[in-house]
């Protein structure tokens, strides 16, 4: 799951999948698969969505649904989340199992990696012991072939006894002649697995049964029958609600179900020995087939990888790259963004200017034109200037890094710290996800299997800053630690800067996750595998094209939206009065001994409060607030910019004390609606509000004291 | 043939050895074996991480990160 228009902000909340057929001829397709093997990819090329793709595993993990026409019909397709198997152990694969058997697809897609096509197929087996109407699409086909591996895809066909073919996602290449097999599923005659003798007679004793119930039936009579010998509970009543058969009060099946397990029982087989058997049996199977059909040229074929993992993960240099990337991306972003930034608040203003010269000209009256121009108009601008140019920066040097593959190997080289923590090592993944917008980080974290180590995740995701805030934190640092004159020295004091206070948010979240560990959400770490995907060459123009269409312009766009409405709150705020104050100083005045005591004033915290919907807001409410209540001045930079705030009472305490709040105080309302929405839980939700909360309120309250007896 | 069992951490980076028993339970047991890792397979420890815990092996075809207290529990025969 990346960050795009379709997972980030309110669309990050997840309101269950609803197939939205066109008309009733449109034939619905899953698209199932492995973490990782480019389903994503596949569901772009055709239908021209943009669900993000990004080198890791585990990205898509909501039904993402898309229309692709093809030979006049509709074909409506639905990128159900990676999953290495069907049986259920997770939440990724019930979603996954649970839309093949009862979403009632006309054909199931499933995507393989043409690199590892052994433990792909794993998949594909249990699949096709469900269904007959599945297609093979063997994707990466290019990438094996740089590697050196061949596979015979006919002769996969005949073995498995549906279509396969081969795809490049990525270059389109063979995705024509998929959507032509789609139309032949209904001849396909799949084969079944073979399983032991003792389970091959279960089987033979419950299918007959089976069979005669539920008649003509695109689920599989053999897979229901094992899926009863197995007992898998969970499984058998959603079955059971969807034949409209209660498969375990039915007489004559309880009677063959009774017979099948002593015949297992008088096996020596245990229900965990069973298990066992049948995964067995269904790898086995997997092994030999692949036994014929794929040959490897070289030994070492991906020998390149190893080499720049051992550099990515030394124990000297792993975790310096790793700061020094961070670094880097923040480098180039602040840089980059000086220059485009200045630009736009010139012109901005400037087009101010003429907007109230139009404004008198055509008589509008002078308060409702100052309302709209130095309320709405004015936060708007400000929110355009500032955070424009760091996202467009930002976001594609993200897509870069998570393209290429280096995220897992974050996640790889942090796991012992979050171990030790009693928490996952991929919270690393849904931690850089927060960077891009902590909703869409919420959404990741999915990707935890364990529910207390995922919602550890979600509660300390806020304390990683999402790009609505970095801009903020960048301005202060700029303002008031490094000077506004520019150059290069300033433009690495101030990386450095920031990246001080990323690592300080990254030390919080470890700290803030031990104690989660040890005190609400007591337990030890759970399963964890991680995989580590083969290195890609990142499509360079795609990015830039898909992180500024799709991410950049609409994380602006939600700024945008409630920007101009809160500007114009303000402005209304600043204007009337009650008594010798405006309303905007009541509340302010309010709030002001709290706030003095956390290091900030009134104003900053009303800020804060006012920007719940958008943590882009913050700079810019402070800005406006302070500019109504003292004479109106051009601020023509950020140099004018400190001289406003110093004016207003900002030392070196307030300007640390603001950067520490905007690190650590309560989730945008987006985030919390979509923590509310992923745990189902009031409580949780208010827990995730209140923590990064307390904690920076604790935290203000100690710097802000404890700096002052030094000054 | 010198064969001996050691547990799958044993492993040195590069060093191939096929499973002899799983002794992990609960969801840890099917995790691995749905990533295709059961008695029988070939797993090669291909990286460390830099505190040396979680390893990466290679398993058929792709590689794995497991934590050492799961692949202490993976006995293997070298």
């Not at chain 1, 980080?441 to 364990?450: A, E, F, L």
């Not at chain 1, 923590?675 to 920076?696: C, D, H, M, R």
Request: hydrophobic share 45%.
């Amino acid at each position: 799951m990346g960050l795009t228009a379709n997972s980030t902000g309110l669309n990050a909340v997840d309101f269950g999948l609803v197939i939205k057929k066109i008309n009733d001829n449109d034939k619905v397709i899953a698209l199932a698969g492995n973490p990782n093997v480019g389903k994503s990819t596949v569901f772009n090329e055709l239908t021209g969505l943009k669900q993000h793709t990004g080198n890791w595993a585990g990205k898509t993990v909501t039904n993402a649904q898309g229309v692709c026409n093809y030979n006049n019909t509709n074909y409506i397709l639905v990128d159900i989340p990676g999953t290495y198997s069907l049986m259920a152990h997770s939440a990724e694969e019930e979603v996954a199992r649970d839309f093949i058997c009862f979403g009632n697809p006309d054909a199931v897609i499933v995507v393989c990696d043409a690199t590892c096509l052994e433990r792909n197929l794993n998949l594909v087996l249990q699949t096709i012991e469900i269904t007959d109407n599945v297609v093979v699409c063997v994707n990466l086909m290019d990438e094996a072939k740089n590697k050196g591996i061949e596979i015979d895809l006919k002769e996969l066909s005949i073995k498995l006894g549906v279509p396969v073919v081969g795809t490049s996602a990525r270059s389109g290449k063979g995705l024509n002649e998929m959507m032509n097999m789609l139309e032949t599923v209904g001849n396909n005659h799949p084969i079944s697995i073979k399983y032991i003798k003792s389970i091959e007679e279960a089987i033979a004793l419950v299918e007959p049964v089976i069979k005669e119930k539920i008649g003509d039936c695109t689920i599989h009579s053999r897979w229901i029958a094992l899926k009863l010998i197995d007992y898998d509970t969970a499984l058998i009543s959603s079955l059971s609600s969807y034949l409209g058969l209660d498969l375990l009060e039915d007489n004559e099946i309880a009677k063959s179900l009774h017979k099948a397990r002593e015949i297992i029982s008088q096996n020596n087989i245990t229900d965990e020995g069973l298990k066992d058997k049948i995964v067995s049996c269904i790898v086995l199977t997997a092994e030999e087939i692949c036994m014929d059909i794929v040959r490897f040229d070289r030994k070492c074929y991906n020998a390149n990888d190893r080499k720049i993992d051992k550099i990515l993960t030394n124990k000297w240099t792993g975790f310096p790259i790793m700061i020094a990337l961070l670094g880097l991306v923040f480098w180039i972003t602040i840089t980059g963004a000086n220059y485009p930034s200045a630009l736009l608040s010139d012109g901005l203003f400037w087009l101010e200017d003429r907007l109230v010269e139009l404004c008198i000209l055509i008589r509008v009256p002078k308060f409702i034109y100052e309302m709209l121009i130095f309320g709405a108009y004015r936060v708007l601008a400000w929110v355009v200037s500032v955070m424009l140019p760091p996202m467009a920066i930002f976001f594609p040097l993200f897509t870069l890094l998570e393209d290429l593959g280096y995220l897992p190997r974050v996640a790889f080289n942090l796991d012992k710290s979050f171990k030790k923590c009693c928490a996952c090592g991929k919270q690393a993944l849904t931690m850089v996800m927060g960077f891009g917008c902590n909703a869409a980080g919420i959404v990741g974290c999915r990707i935890i299997d364990s529910p207390r180590e995922r919602l550890i995740a979600m509660i300390t995701n806020n304390f990683v800053p999402c790009n609505g805030r970095f801009p903020t934190l960048i301005a202060i640092i700029t303002m008031f630690f490094v000077g506004t004159t520019g150059g290069l020295v300033q433009s690495l004091v101030s990386t450095m800067l920031l990246t001080v206070v990323i690592l300080l948010g990254i030390f919080m979240t470890f700290a803030i996750s031990a104690l989660l560990s040890k005190t609400i959400l007591k337990g030890e770490a759970s399963a964890f595998t991680l995989e580590l995907p083969p290195y890609r060459k990142p499509k360079i123009l795609e990015i830039i094209v898909r992180s500024v269409f799709d991410r950049t312009l609409f994380v602006l766009g939600r700024a945008i939206a409630i920007s101009a409405p809160a500007g114009l709150v303000i402005w209304i705020l600043a204007n009337i009065s009650i008594g010798n104050y405006t309303l905007l100083a009541h509340c302010s005045n309010f709030l002001n001994p709290f706030a003095q005591a956390l290091g900030m004033d009134g104003v900053i915290l009303l800020a804060f409060i006012l920007g719940f919907p958008a943590n882009e807001i913050v700079i810019p409410i402070i800005i406006m607030s302070y500019m109504a209540t003292g004479s109106i001045m051009k601020l023509d930079s950020l140099f004018e910019l400190r001289q406003l705030l110093v004016n207003n009472g900002w030392t070196w305490i307030t300007a640390i004390s603001t950067m520490l709040f905007s690190l650590m105080h309560f989730p945008c309302s987006t985030t919390c609606l979509t923590i509310k929405k992923e745990t189902q839980s009031n409580k949780w939700t208010a827990i995730s509000f209140l923590v990064p909360t307390v904690t920076g309120i604790i935290i203000c309250f100690l710097f802000a004291n404890i700096a002052r007896l030094f000054i | 043939m010198n064969k001996s069992v050691c547990s799958l951490t044993d492993l040195k980076i590069g060093e191939t050895a096929r499973v002899n028993k799983l002794s992990l339970t609960g969801s840890m047991r099917r995790r691995v074996q749905d990533i295709g890792l059961i008695e029988g397979t070939e797993v090669e420890c291909v990286l460390k991480s830099p505190g040396g815990d979680p390893i990466a092996y290679q398993i058929r075809g792709a590689i794995i990160a497991l934590r050492n207290e799961d692949s202490l529990n993976i006995l293997v025969t070298v």
